[in-house]
């Protein structure tokens, strides 16, 4: 099954690579797909971390499968998919013998704008959910952890992953708008909502989502009543929809089986938005 497309798993902001690990042993071991991620240089303490450190990490990752042939599904979640976002441009095209991109998958994130950092789009006002620590260079959540991430796990889950959360450097939100690149407008994209969120509130996504189709994006939308971590709370049904896409993207079954309605899944209602309209 070397034909099919390797995963890369791009974390969030605080969140360490192994968040994905349960939907990444499912996918490598039930379904021989190919899974990678990597840690984002702004969560390792480092308060001076650029984006560009960031966007230099994942641009690694996916070089190092691209090398030997493979194409990448980019997989980001919250922050990360503004890095993956912007690492796509320098992979869609490839050489004989090279892998590219040929997908994106967004799980409770945005649609980066080029030239613009993550914190612009809102004015450089955080919202109430963390805040700016200038002694400290990084971004402090201010909301109770296991509530803002984790409400929907048993509460000893919820405290082993609070435990694993990391510092997350402010220089990454706030600065490196001049590397930022609207990836989503090159790449086929799977969005995955997520209902019951806390941090980005679904119907902001459901937003965004309608603001990049009418920008001429190719979005398929679909939604779980769940955190701003699935992969944590129902690692299954993602499994199941990141094994759709992929076959969306490849035109291959790669081991997902349709649904229809019903449990947590649902492809969503996205509100139609236009650009010169902002009432919409």
């Keep these: ?44 303490g480092d308060p001076n971390a650029t984006f560009k ?10 070089s190092s499968e691209t090398t030997i042939g493979r194409d990448i599904v980019l997989i980001a979640h919250s922050y990360g998919g503004m890095v993956a976002n912007s690492a796509i441009p320098d992979f869609i095209s490839s050489s004989p013998g090279q892998g590219r991109i040929i997908g994106l998958i967004l799980i409770a994130s945005g649609f980066t704008l080029s030239g613009l950092s993550f914190m612009d789009p809102l004015f450089n006002v ?31 889950e919820a405290e082993e992953w609070v435990a694993q959360l990391t510092p997350q450097s402010l220089k990454v939100l706030f600065d490196g708008g001049e590397h930022a690149y609207a990836g989503w407008l090159d790449v086929p994209v799977c969005y995955i909502g ?20 009418a920008m001429g994006a190719s979005v398929v939308h679909w939604e779980l009543r ?36 019903g449990g947590s899944k649902r492809e969503a209602v996205t509100p139609t938005v236009n650009i010169g309209r902002p009432s919409t």
């Design 126 to 156: 955080p919202p109430p959910t963390w805040c700016v620590n200038k002694a400290t260079g990084f971004a402090d959540i201010v909301t109770p952890s296991a509530q803002l991430f984790y409400h929907d796990l048993p509460a000893d």
């Design 194 to 213: 997520t209902i019951e969120e806390q941090c980005l509130p679904v119907v902001l996504q459901r937003v965004h989502v309608g603001m990049a189709r």
């Design 53 to 62: 450190d960031d966007l230099d990490a994942c641009r690694a990752a996916i």
């Design 1 to 44: 099954m070397s034909d099919l497309p390797t995963l890369v798993f791009t974390p969030g902001a605080w969140l360490r690579p192994t968040c994905y690990t349960k939907v990444m042993n499912a996918l490598q071991g039930e379904h021989n797909i190919r899974c990678t991620s990597f840690t984002l240089h702004s969560t390792i």
């Design 226 to 261: 769940s955190s701003h971590l699935p992969f944590l709370s129902q690692s299954d049904e993602v499994v199941d929809l990141l094994l759709r896409a992929a076959s969306a993207f490849t035109g291959k079954v790669v081991g997902a089986e349709e649904w229809q309605g």
